[in-house]
């Protein structure tokens, strides 16, 4: 049992919780499942469509560009699964005239068995792998962190009159259940939430997401760089977003603790606040994607496709665009230092 030591009285917090389930060294989700792709529990972005990988691919090298095309600089990307995105970015930005002679491919990895897979996704090119960001050269960064963050462990936090009280995961006879710290918390940033919130309402904290995204906008600032960050959430965290899904269908998060992926939305405004470098509105990933050019990408690729090929494809441009399905659900934004302008995609007034 993964999480034998769980017990009425000595309970997980849910970051322990999600932790514990996600990366346990034997029993872990990541470690031991088959998380990506048609047959894995979820399906990636990329996954979805090359397109996806292509504007990203274009947005950095945009990017790069407009920074008068530092040498070297790293590409980075956090959680890059079974490397198709890489791979995508890696073919799109072939023929941009010096971005591959200039670029130090880096993956934020801790499973080896991904690693592997990443590994075979980019045959051709040279990849080096860290845990932490602060093992990133001292250089320019151009990164993308897509579908990263909400895997992130996030506390829980349930308000009482004025006070927050953090959930944990109990077990009561034999049976992994929710309950309630009975010590109030003193986390400084929970005040915050006072005026937003109502007695009973829980918001969720990203302590970890934080630290990784002050730690990305410190070295934005100091060596210049920017990045994008993709993922389903919203400006401001309120209520239980957790959610497990095994075998690409949603199931109680106990059902089988480090056999589901485990997520929960992240909070953009708690990512952002107090950071050193400038980031962008928030945008819709429908949004973002158009005002890229995915669909005159989507027109060209569909004159070369046919029969069931083009309705895959039809099918894949209205998952990653329509309000009803990623469209709106995703959303995306964008850090970059405060020295340089606003980046394509978010360089609007509305």
């Not at 990895?109 to 897979?117: F, T």
């Not at 953090?166 to 400084?188: M, N, Y």
Request: hydrophobic residues 40%; contains cysteine.
């Amino acid at each position: 049992m993964i999480l034998k030591s769980v017990t009425e009285t000595d309970g997980l917090s849910i970051a322990q919780f999600m932790q514990t389930c996600l990366l346990d060294i034997d029993h872990g989700y990541y470690r031991t499942q088959k998380v990506f792709g048609a047959r894995g529990d979820f399906v990636t972005a990329p996954e979805i469509s090359q397109m996806f990988g292509e504007i990203v691919g274009l947005w950095l090298a945009q990017c790069w560009i407009a920074q008068e095309r530092p040498t070297p600089f790293t590409l980075l990307e956090l959680g890059p699964g079974r490397g198709t995105l890489m791979a995508d970015i890696f073919r799109a930005t072939a023929k941009v005239a010096g971005f591959h002679e200039a670029m130090q491919i880096v993956l934020v990895e801790a499973s080896e068995q991904l690693r592997s897979l990443q590994k075979k996704s980019l045959p051709s090119a040279e990849v080096s792998w860290i845990e932490k960001i602060s093992q990133l050269p001292e250089q320019p960064v151009f990164f993308v962190a897509n579908e990263f963050f909400d895997a992130l462990p996030v506390h829980q936090f349930q308000r009482q009159n004025d006070k927050w009280f953090e959930r944990q995961i109990i077990s009561q006879k034999g049976e992994l259940s929710i309950g309630i710290c009975p010590h109030a918390s003193d986390l400084t940033q929970l005040q915050r939430r006072i005026a937003d919130t109502s007695d009973g309402d829980i918001v969720e904290i990203n302590l970890m997401a934080q630290k990784m995204a002050k730690a990305l906008s410190k070295h934005i600032e100091t060596f210049s760089g920017s990045g994008l960050i993709v993922d389903y959430g919203d400006w401001v965290s309120l209520g239980d977003t957790i959610q497990a899904v095994k075998d690409q269908k949603q199931v109680d998060i106990f059902a089988a603790p480090g056999k589901s992926d485990l997520t929960a939305h992240v909070d953009f405004a708690a990512l952002v606040t107090d950071i050193a470098c400038k980031h962008s509105r928030l945008v819709p990933q429908g949004l973002f994607l158009e005002r890229l050019g995915i669909t005159q990408r989507a027109n060209t690729l569909a004159a070369y496709l046919k029969g069931e090929a083009l309705q895959m494809h039809i099918a894949a441009h209205r998952r990653l665009t329509h309000p009803d399905q990623m469209g709106s659900l995703f959303k995306v934004i964008s850090l970059y230092p405060t020295y340089s302008p606003t980046p394509a995609g978010f360089d609007y007034a509305a």
